[in-house]
C-alpha cells in the first residue's frame, strides 16, 4: 500500500522561506515522477512543479519560477519543495503526489497517488 506524507506547513509572512518535505513508503519511489500541487480555497489544483524520476527533469509553474525549487532525495524516499520569497498568493493546501511513469504530467489526474495535503499560510 501506497503511502504519502507531506509536512512542514505553516504560518508565515510574505518574503520568508519554508521547506515542505514528503515521504512516499511502498512505493518504487526513485523511479518515478514525483510533484507538489496546492489548491486555495475556490480554485482548481495546480500543478506547481514536478520531477522526474532521473532527478534531471524539473517543471514549474510560471507562478513560482525562480522561487521554488522541487528536489528529490531517493535514498530517503524523500520528496522537498523549498519555498523562498514566499507572498499571500501562495497561500494553499499543499499536496504531494506520485506517478507510476519516469515523466512529469501537469494534470492531477495523471498522478494516483496523494497525500492529505499540508497548509501554508502567508500574510503580508
Known amino acids: 500500500q501506497v503511502q504519502v506524507a507531506e509536512s512542514g506547513g505553516t504560518w508565515g509572512q510574505a518574503g520568508e522561506s519554508l521547506r515542505l518535505p514528503c515521504t512516499i513508503a511502498g512505493f518504487t519511489f526513485a523511479k518515478q515522477a514525483v510533484g507538489w500541487f496546492r489548491q486555495a480555497p475556490g480554485q482548481e489544483r495546480e500543478r506547481v512543479a514536478c520531477i522526474g524520476g532521473s532527478g534531471r527533469s524539473t517543471l514549474y509553474a510560471d507562478s513560482v519560477k525562480g522561487r521554488f525549487n522541487i528536489s528529490r532525495d531517493n535514498a530517503k524516499n524523500t520528496l522537498y519543495l523549498q519555498m523562498d520569497d514566499l507572498t499571500p498568493e501562495d497561500t494553499a493546501m499543499y499536496y504531494c503526489?506520485?506517478?507510476?511513469?519516469?515523466?512529469?504530467?501537469?494534470?492531477?489526474?495523471?498522478?494516483?497517488?496523494w497525500g492529505q495535503g499540508t497548509q501554508v499560510t502567508v500574510s503580508s
Open positions: 503526489a506520485a506517478r507510476t511513469v519516469a515523466h512529469c504530467s501537469p494534470l492531477p489526474s495523471d498522478f494516483p497517488y
